[in-house]
């Protein structure tokens, strides 16, 4: 299955209206003051955000305009390409050095645990060296299910007790895999509320231990977030990147939402690339994020 088809199949498989009702806007008829005003509501409706929407109409009223467009269908081609613009990001060239370290942040159950294991697996399939670290300590259940974890991707793991510090975990953790020779270390973190100032604090230590033991790492700070908890998502991420600097998102859960416009309305705000996108709960479940692909499943 191609890209936009997995995509598709993905977002569709939850068969509310929002791809359905904008797949129909763009069968046929003028586009007069209906067609702008039902293409709102409908880009609203699916989480694309009041915002976002009313710019992207905006744009695609000036252009329709400008290049004579009288057909919806040639239309939606323009949105098409607007939506896949705004989606993507000025690409910066991650900094080097080895191991490259990634560390996935997030509220309660939004998938980091389950994303680890994912791109664990990833790079595994890569040929990459790849150690998970076992950074929620918060529980003992969270452990053991990185192990498992682990040993399905077959990769190796560092952890600790429960209740140690996340930050020593941290650690260790990366003095064994300079030792080692890994290639890509998988930080796995509890959830924590962004509203608890102590576990964002918490995030800053272990984000600055990180930095401590390899300069210029942690490399990617991977903010996980729920599709399906909507707009939630957008206020979680801001408060997160106040507290250690979130370049990536991964939007797990894109198989059990119908309004898939959250990812729009994500990185039109936030201006945090999308690195990742969660289909799924078994290993092969993540996709690398790709926005042209992306904006023509949506209007596919
Ligand atoms: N359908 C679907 N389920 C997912 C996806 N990603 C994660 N899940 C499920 O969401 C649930 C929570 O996933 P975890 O990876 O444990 O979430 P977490 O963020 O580590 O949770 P805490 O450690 O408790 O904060 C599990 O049942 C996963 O199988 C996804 O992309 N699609
Ligand atoms: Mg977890």
Request: charged share 25%.
């Amino acid at each position: 299955m191609s890209l936009v088809e997995r995509f598709k199949a993905g977002l569709v498989r939850s068969k509310e209206g929002f791809l359905r009702s904008l797949d129909l806007l763009f069968r046929g008829g003028e586009l007069n003051d209906e067609f702008y005003e039902t293409l709102e509501e409908t880009l609203i409706l699916g989480d694309v955000g009041v915002e976002t929407t009313l710019k992207l109409v905006e744009q695609l009223r000036a252009e329709i305009k400008r290049y004579r467009i009288t057909e919806r269908s040639a239309a939606k081609e323009l949105l098409v390409r607007e939506i896949a613009g705004l989606l993507t990001g000025e690409e910066e060239q991650p900094p080097g050095g080895k191991p490259r370290v990634i560390l996935l942040i997030g509220v309660n159950g939004s998938g980091k645990t389950t994303s680890a294991a994912k791109l664990a697996h990833r790079y595994r399939r890569e040929g990459k060296r790849v150690l998970l670290v076992a950074g929620d300590t918060f529980r003992a259940a969270a452990i053991e299910q990185l192990k498992i974890w682990a040993e399905r991707a077959e990769v190796e793991i560092i952890s600790q007790q429960p209740g140690s510090d996340p930050s020593a975990v941290f650690f260790d953790a990366l003095n064994a895999a300079r030792a080692r020779k890994i290639d890509v270390v998988i930080g796995d973190t509890a959830g924590r509320l962004h509203t608890r100032v102590n576990l964002m604090e918490e995030l800053k230590k272990i984000n600055r231990v990180i930095g401590r033991v390899q300069p210029g790492a942690p490399h990617r700070v991977l903010l996980v977030i729920d599709a399906t908890t909507g707009h939630n998502g957008i206020a979680q991420a801001a408060h997160f990147n106040e507290a250690v600097p979130v370049n990536g998102l991964i939007l797990t859960k894109l198989d059990g939402t119908a309004r898939g416009g959250i990812v729009v309305a994500i990185q039109d705000l936030l201006k945090v690339p999308v690195r990742y996108v969660g289909m799924g709960e078994q290993l092969e479940d993540l996709l690398p994020f790709d926005p042209h692909d992306f904006a023509r499943a949506l209007l596919a």
